[in-house]
């Protein structure tokens, strides 16, 4: 473990919910800026099945 800013950096085991989870973010962020955002994407090491990663979902708005 890590240390950055105030708080620990925690790497885990690849979570299978991570796609969910982007998803249910993706359509409230699609709602707020519709027609503006063109695309949202996953990115990161979240999005990659079976990448242990930090627990946060990235998302790339276009």
């Known amino acids: ?31 707020a800026l519709a027609p503006f955002a063109l695309a949202i994407e996953h990115v990161g090491s979240t999005a990659v099945p079976g990448l242990p990663s930090k627990p946060i979902i990235d998302l790339l708005v276009g």
């Open 1 to 31: 473990m890590e240390k950055y800013g105030a708080g620990s950096i925690v790497v885990s085991d690849y979570d299978p919910s991570w796609p969910a989870l982007f998803a249910q973010e993706r359509a409230r962020i699609a709602q």
